[in-house]
């Protein structure tokens, strides 16, 4: 173990030029042509087999290497539409098409760039160590995690005809925690999110006589306003759920009243129950503050994008935290707890009937973290994913990320066989026949 992470430590530092690459070149939801060409390559250099333009932009390899497990690596390739303030030499400058027609910066503000090399460099690591291990190595690099429709098309578009049936699902994502450590928390770990696109219509007018009007601006400000009592009246204290309006659409000019004003908004909860009642009480506010502005169409309520609730396995996450902890030392493996950011990673575990294992890299500068920490100031000082001031470290991100995958790699092509709870009888039958 010693000699794979001083190996992922001389492959991470091999990568950067290729990190900086693929930062400076970010690429929207299944617009990934690029990056998944690079990627591409370079598995086919490392001798994988590779398919390519699965879910549409998805890259797959597979590395046979005897009888044993297959494991299961995944990595997320999408940025989004923001416009970079980092001041790096290597920002991005792009600019990209969204979904709806509009001309957009481009940028790798939630560190998928970072996935995409520690799991290029993850399975070289693999590869040079391949007499230790047995098994099948699978690598999937997936499209449109942003979009929460990814890894469903990969599935959709024949993922596991492709690929033997993985023994487990793995995965990382890097987050506003201090570079050098890992964060995986067991059960219910990241929240699913639904996000909702609103229409409200009302009538346009003269800005001079608005009693002419049914003014949709005033009607879309008072939903997002009370929208606010989803979580703060309708959410037990016990419960978790976070509601956030990130856009708002109205008008063309000062002097006129629109016609009709458009919402974005996204609601996250680890808890059916809290989810449908949150569901029913902002499309009854939507509604109701429709009603009370007089307006004689009911607005539109569409679901656009739906994340299920990332569920860490325990049993297999016990079992690659031992594996951390003995590689990276207790202090480098912490539990965050459950985060309220989405993932559809579980898609693929879940497709496959296998345990999911998930985890957050940091990927802030140390110094710099336990600082802000000290003063009490991390919110402001640290800047989170999908900020246009987000970006890892280079050093040690890459490294650890590297060096996780890999370890939590060996740990399941180990040659003691892991059942799952739920077929543990399964299993007892089997080997009593």
């Not at 049936?165 to 793995?170: I, K, N």
């Amino acid at each position: 173990m010693t000699q794979v992470l001083a190996n992922a430590k001389v492959t991470a530092a091999r990568l950067v030029e290729l990190y900086k690459d693929l930062h400076a070149h970010p690429e929207l939801s299944f617009e990934e042509h690029r990056t998944a060409g690079i990627v591409a390559g370079r598995l086919k250099a490392l001798g994988l087999e590779v398919s390519t333009g699965v879910g549409r932009t998805g890259v797959v390899g597979i590395a046979r290497n005897g009888e044993g497990p297959t494991v299961l690596l995944r990595a997320d390739m999408d940025a989004l539409p923001v416009l970079e303030d980092t001041g790096l030499d290597y920002a991005s400058t792009a600019r990209g098409t969204d979904p709806e027609g509009h001309d957009v910066p481009v940028m790798h503000a939630c560190g998928h760039d970072v996935h995409v090399v520690c799991l290029l460099g993850a399975t070289e690591v693999l590869l040079g160590c391949r007499e230790h291990w047995s098994g099948t190595l699978v690598v999937v690099f997936q499209p449109a995690e942003e979009a929460g429709s990814g890894a469903k098309a990969m599935i959709d578009d024949g993922l596991f005809d492709l690929v033997p049936a993985p023994t487990v699902v793995l995965g990382q994502h890097v987050a506003p925690a201090p570079a050098g450590v890992v964060g995986v928390h067991a059960g219910d770990a990241f929240a699913g999110a639904d996000s909702f696109n609103v229409r409200l219509f009302g009538r346009g007018g003269h800005g001079s006589r608005p009693e002419t009007t049914i003014d949709p601006v005033v009607m879309a400000a008072a939903a997002v306003m009370r929208l606010q009592t989803v979580v703060s009246r309708d959410t037990a204290g016990t419960d978790m759920a976070v509601l956030t309006v990130g856009q708002l659409h109205a008008g063309t000019k000062n002097n006129i009243i629109p016609d009709e004003a458009t919402l974005g908004l996204t609601l996250r909860t680890t808890n059916t129950a809290v989810r449908e009642r949150s569901v029913a009480a902002l499309r009854r506010i939507i509604s109701a503050e429709a009603a009370a502005s007089g307006a004689d169409r009911e607005p539109e309520i569409t679901l656009a994008e739906s994340f299920p609730v990332l569920h860490n396995d325990p049993a297999a996450t016990a079992r690659t935290v031992g594996a951390f902890q003995a590689a990276f030392g207790e202090e480098r493996v912490m539990d965050p707890g459950a985060v309220t950011g989405s993932e559809d990673v579980g898609e693929f575990s879940t497709a496959a009937g296998v345990p999911l294992v998930y985890w957050l890299l940091g990927g802030a500068d140390p110094v710099a973290f336990a600082a802000a920490q000290s003063a009490g100031t991390t919110d402001s000082d640290i800047p989170s994913n999908h900020s246009p001031h987000y970006a890892p470290v280079i050093s040690p991100t890459l490294e650890m990320g590297v060096g996780a995958l890999s370890v939590a790699a060996l740990e399941w092509f180990d040659s003691g066989t892991f059942v799952h709870p739920a077929g543990e009888a399964e299993a007892e039958e089997q080997a009593a026949g």
